[in-house]
């Protein structure tokens, strides 16, 4: 595939777009962290204590994410991918509770695992490797401007609308409704297969 064959299928949108909004949120909360969590109640202390287990737990399903992700369509990984953004970020506006503390940590554990396999494999296993360094690029500056917008996000909803939660809910929206979608996310290669199996 080409950069321009690959952004007429629905799977380059599916995958892209959730992958950007992961890194769109998590530059949102990282910039805003210390706030975040005292418009929640808690301490600069417990704001930093969620990296860590945090960071095992997306090593885990980073290595559980990458030997699986041969066996599967790659379409299942990301159901998980967009149903913790989902945990995470309704966790994130529900930071006063407790349980929802832990729920940060796991939701967003579990995006950044998963979030490092589709990286590395859905373009070439979508779309060949003759393209592979425009269409990871393209995807690539996608991400990185989402990244750009997430703290301008936050910023804005704190200081316009006077609490994080609008971006935190509002994201958690959109997410759901790719979440909807996600089971078009298929690989265009089997279409592929299937025409020339028929041909």
């Given at each position: 595939f080409t950069l321009a064959e690959a952004r007429k299928t629905a799977g380059f949108w599916l995958f892209s777009i959730p992958l950007a909004l992961y890194a769109l949120y998590i530059t949102g909360f990282t910039f805003h962290l210390v706030s975040l969590f005292?418009?929640?109640?808690?301490?600069?202390?417990?704001a930093l204590a969620i990296f860590i287990p945090s960071?095992?737990?997306s090593v885990t399903i980073s290595l559980i994410g990458g030997y699986i992700s041969d066996r599967i369509k790659l379409k299942y990984l990301l159901y998980i991918c967009l149903g913790a953004q989902i945990l995470a970020l309704f966790s994130m506006g529900n930071?006063?509770?407790?349980?929802?503390?832990?729920?940060?940590?796991?939701?967003?554990g579990i995006v950044a695992g998963i979030y490092n396999v589709l990286m590395a494999v859905t373009w070439p296993?979508?779309?060949?490797?003759?393209n592979l360094g425009r269409?990871?690029?393209?995807?690539?500056?996608?991400?990185?401007?989402?990244s750009a917008l997430g703290?301008?996000?936050?910023?804005?909803?704190?200081?316009?609308?006077?609490?994080?939660?609008y971006s935190i809910f509002g994201l958690a929206g959109i997410v759901a409704?790719?979440?909807?979608?996600?089971?078009?996310?298929?690989?265009?290669q089997d279409k592929l297969e299937l025409l020339n199996k028929f041909s």
């Open positions: 005292e418009h929640a109640g808690l301490t600069k202390e417990k960071s095992v737990i930071l006063e509770h407790e349980v929802f503390y832990y729920g940060y940590i796991v939701g967003n296993r979508f779309y060949g490797r003759q269409i990871t690029g393209f995807v690539m500056s996608i991400i990185v401007f989402a703290p301008v996000l936050f910023s804005f909803s704190l200081s316009q609308l006077g609490s994080y939660n409704i790719f979440a909807l979608f996600s089971k078009k996310a298929d690989n265009p």
